[in-house]
């Protein structure tokens, strides 16, 4: 089992539509949690960090489930620059490597 | 602000051949990190650094594959011999090593490397 597994996609969006996709992690040590976005053929780019209350950035909202062990993301109000894929990011501990997952491809269409 | 710097962007050549892939990590910035992306296999990181201390090195694939940091602003990873399932997508990566939490780490453009 992968460390970090998400659905690949794609998750298809009408333009203005809200969309969530959920990453569950595998080792209940983890302790810090990201979400990086990636356009085709660029490098990975911070979208947000992850708090264990939650968090909002603008349209971008993520959520930590520690119990369950997954984070997600809830995108309001998609816009076509949405259109890329997310990777859940998570850590073990403080000064660690952090461990990517495969990624969750959004397209937005008008 | 300049941000992660890698060179070369692209880089083509035949298997058997030595590459050599650059990357000079944020000013201040005390951890770096390289990763390879392809289709398959995600995006893996191959190994990292504190303080120019390599730190774990265990997704290096081989012994083919080789990284310094000879100082605190550049980098280098090493493929010797190249080998076609070489070819990839290489990243640089840097960050701020936290003590209570971890930073995140910013990118460089990649090298995008094909091994004929």
């Known amino acids: 089992r992968k460390e970090v597994e998400q659905d690949p996609g794609p998750f298809n969006v009408p333009e203005g539509a809200t969309v969530a996709f959920n990453c569950t992690y595998s080792n209940s040590a983890s302790q810090s949690f990201f979400w990086y976005r990636q356009d085709c053929r660029k490098e990975p780019k911070l979208l947000m960090s992850?708090?264990?209350s939650g968090n909002e950035d603008g349209r971008f909202t993520a959520q930590l489930n520690r119990a369950s062990q997954y984070i997600s993301l809830l995108i309001r109000d998609s816009k076509l620059s949405d259109s890329a894929t997310y990777l859940c990011?998570?850590?073990?501990?403080?000064?660690?490597?952090?461990?990517f997952g495969g990624g969750t491809r959004v397209l937005v269409k008008p | 602000d300049a941000g992660v710097i890698q060179s070369p962007r692209h880089e083509v050549t035949e298997m058997g051949q030595e590459v050599t892939l650059r990357c000079k990590p944020i000013?201040?910035?005390?951890?770096l990190f390289w990763y390879r992306q392809t289709m398959m296999r995600g995006l893996e990181l191959l190994i990292y650094?504190?303080?120019?201390?390599?730190?774990?090195d265990s997704g290096m694939p081989e012994d083919r594959f080789s990284a310094k940091m000879p100082n605190a602003s550049f980098s280098t990873l090493k493929i010797q011999p190249s080998e076609p399932r070489d070819s990839a997508v290489y990243f640089c990566?840097?960050?701020?090593?936290?003590?209570?939490?971890?930073?995140?780490?910013?990118f460089g453009d990649g090298t995008r490397l094909s091994i004929l």
């Open positions: 000013s201040g910035h005390n951890s």
């Open positions: 990011v998570v850590s073990r501990a403080a000064g660690n490597k952090l461990t």
């Open positions: 990566a840097s960050s701020l090593r936290g003590h209570s939490s971890n930073q995140p780490q910013h």
């Open positions: 992850v708090y264990s």
């Open positions: 650094f504190n303080n120019n201390v390599p730190i774990d």
